[in-house]
């Protein structure tokens, strides 16, 4: 059974950084993709950062270009999402999540086509 499950959010002055995992198991496609999704208070889950399992090349919404970064440890099937230069906007709940069928490059931003997703964790930048 495939599984994501977050960790690493916490309260960080703005200009700050941030490290997120997310920890899957299961095994993950070759032909899928892990992505980050955010959610602030009041707002819909907004695309951050993808990769896709088999090649490892990542894609970030371009809103984050510059001050987000997603890399991969593949001894420990964790993916980061290193946040740095955080904004109180940055503020939201982050989530990670996969799908169980491929997910094309294309369309790693399509919140849609995951079916797996974890619990979340609280990113909070305080101004």
């Known amino acids: 059974q495939v599984q994501v499950v977050e960790s690493g959010g916490g309260l960080v002055q703005a200009g700050g950084s941030l490290r997120l995992s997310c920890a899957t198991s299961?095994?993950?496609?070759?032909?899928?993709?892990v992505a980050w999704f955010r959610q602030a208070p009041g707002k819909s889950r907004q695309y951050v950062a993808a990769?896709?399992?088999?090649?490892?090349?990542?894609y970030l919404a371009d809103s984050m270009e510059g001050r987000f970064t997603m890399s991969r440890d593949n001894a420990k099937n964790t993916v980061y999402l290193q946040m740095n230069r955080l904004k109180p906007e940055d503020t939201a709940v982050y989530y990670c999540?996969?799908?169980?069928?491929?997910?094309?490059?294309?369309?790693?931003?399509?919140?849609?086509?995951?079916?797996?997703w974890g619990q979340g964790t609280q990113v909070t930048v305080s101004s």
């Open positions: 990769i896709s399992w088999g090649s490892g090349n990542t």
């Open positions: 299961g095994g993950i496609l070759s032909s899928s993709a």
């Open positions: 999540a996969t799908s169980t069928s491929p997910v094309s490059r294309l369309v790693v931003g399509d919140r849609r086509l995951y079916n797996i």
